[in-house]
């Protein structure tokens, strides 16, 4: 019975998708398995990390996309899990860093911040619900040139925490999390343990490649 509430209240919020679906067995919440859907690690609850690093003022945590060989990617929505110990956001920052040979490189090219719709997941981390947020980038869409890699993740910049939930699974690099101000990255594994951030990137596909330098004109 609680499965079918929570399920109820999480669509009941309106996401960018047409809908979030309930799997059982501890893997959270995710968008459906479409074409749209460019990368996926949706949560489980049995490879959360122990402690979960920060990203809210200085903090920031991101981890590495690239887009397919063949097409631009352009992203319309990110959702992550997260724990804060404040109310529920209803607008997150998506960082936007360059790669430089493997790993994220100094300041965002891009910090905007979206209207996210952020509900509970079901799942608990300590004595805090693990939140689902859903980041409706349509409004500026960030677009991924053809085979470039770029570190993405949510940022809390309200003056509230946020800690996204990471998992064991590496797929890639592993994610990368600044832990002062300056933007200075370094690995999680350096001081928690080598994994990837929980997230779905939907979005679609174009033929049309376009540069970096103009892409950040865009922004």
């Known amino acids: 019975m609680k ?7 999480v669509a009941a919020l309106g996401f960018a998708s047409d809908t979030l679906t309930g799997h059982s067995g501890g893997v959270g919440y995710a968008l459906p398995e479409t074409d749209d859907t460019l990368d ?9 990390f122990s402690s979960i690093p ?14 397919a060989v063949d097409a631009d990617a352009i992203l319309e929505t990110y959702t992550c899990w997260a724990v804060t110990t404040a109310s529920a956001p209803t607008a997150l920052e998506l960082l936007v860093v360059e790669d430089a040979s493997g790993a994220p490189s100094g300041a965002p090219v891009s910090q905007v911040s979206y209207t ?5 997941s079901g799942f608990t981390f300590g004595s805090y619900d693990v939140l689902i947020a859903v ?3 349509t409004s500026d869409e960030p677009v991924i040139p053809i085979g470039s890699t770029m570190w993405l993740g949510s940022h809390r910049n309200d003056g509230s925490s946020w ?10 690099s592993e994610a990368y999390r600044t832990v002062a101000a300056g933007w200075a990255w370094e690995t999680i594994s350096a001081s928690l343990q080598s994994g990837d951030l929980f997230k779905v990137i939907d979005g679609t596909v174009s033929l049309n490649r376009t540069t970096w ?3 950040k004109n865009m922004f």
């Open 40 to 48: 996926t690690y949706a949560y489980n609850d049995g490879e959360v």
């Open 54 to 67: 920060a990203s809210f003022t200085d903090y920031a945590v991101v981890d590495d996309y690239t887009a």
């Open 116 to 120: 996210t719709a952020a509900a509970s």
């Open 3 to 9: 499965f079918l509430v929570v399920l109820l209240a």
């Open 163 to 172: 800690y996204p939930a990471c998992g064991t699974t590496v797929t890639g």
């Open 135 to 137: 980041m409706d980038l």
């Open 213 to 215: 330098a103009g892409i």
